[in-house]
Every structure is written in structure tokens, then in C-alpha cells.
């Protein structure tokens, strides 16, 4: 497998075809799809593949916070969503579905709270 090749499957569905993406003179070409949907996923995945991100942040009072992106972002972000996530400000008390960020990293996506666990000792 190259660069010019990836080999992946599709979760755009419970059946997890098998996907074969290639760049063959000059198109993305997905094959071992079962249905357009994993076409669309395999040329995504090849040219810019996006990922919902989870992260967990600590709370000053040894409790914690679990965020994720409340939708998928370039993964290419990755690591500058979490420095961001890591360094914003712990929220005033924070309740799950709370906004943790708005527009993560220039991303268009917010981090949203999806649970709290606080520590009460
Ligand atoms: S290609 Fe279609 S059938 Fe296959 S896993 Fe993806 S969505 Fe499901």
C-alpha cells in the first residue's frame, strides 16, 4: 500500500464494507463499497478524513469533565483542538450539554459538555 492507496472501512453503516481507495490518473476511485455512501466516505477518508473529538479536561477540584466536538472535524486538528480544549478556562459550574467552546480551533464545531464527574472529597 502506497500513498496513492488506502485501505479502510466504511462506518457509515452497520455493515462495514471494505473499502480500496485509489488515485488512478488523476480520480479517487473507492472500490469493495456496497452502496454510494462509501464512496462518498472513502473519498472523504482519502483527500481530508474528519473525526468527532472526545477528550477528558480536570477540574481544579480533582473532579473532571468529558467534552467531545458536537460534530467531526479535520483530523489534521487533532492535536491543536486538544491543546485548546486543555487550556480554556475551567467553566463555572459546569452541567452536561453545557457549550465548553465555541467554534473549537475556527473548526465552525463547538465542544460540548457530555458529562461531569465531580469530586466531592
Ligand atoms: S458502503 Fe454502504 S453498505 Fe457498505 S458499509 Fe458503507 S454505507 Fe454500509
Keep these: 500500500m502506497s500513498n496513492n492507496e488506502l485501505q479502510t472501512i466504511c ?8 473499502l480500496t ?6 480520480e479517487i476511485v473507492v472500490s469493495g463499497n456496497n452502496c454510494p ?5 472513502g473519498k472523504q477518508e482519502f ?4 473525526r468527532t473529538i472526545t477528550a477528558v479536561y480536570k477540574l481544579k477540584n ?17 492535536f491543536e483542538i486538544l ?3 486543555h487550556s480554556a478556562p475551567e467553566p463555572k459550574n459546569p452541567k452536561y450539554g453545557d457549550t465548553f467552546i465555541s467554534n473549537v480551533y475556527n ?3 463547538d465542544v460540548i459538555i457530555t458529562a461531569v464527574n465531580k ?3
Design 11 to 18: 462506518i457509515r453503516c452497520p455493515i462495514g464494507c471494505h
Design 21 to 26: 481507495v485509489k488515485r488512478e490518473n488523476g
Design 37 to 41: 455512501r462509501g464512496a462518498e466516505y
Design 47 to 50: 483527500t481530508n478524513p474528519m
Design 62 to 78: 480533582g473532579g473532571t469533565i468529558c467534552v467531545r466536538t458536537n460534530k467531526a472535524v479535520e483530523k489534521v486538528k487533532y
Design 83 to 85: 491543546r485548546e480544549i
Design 107 to 109: 473548526t465552525g464545531a
Design 119 to 121: 469530586d466531592e472529597d
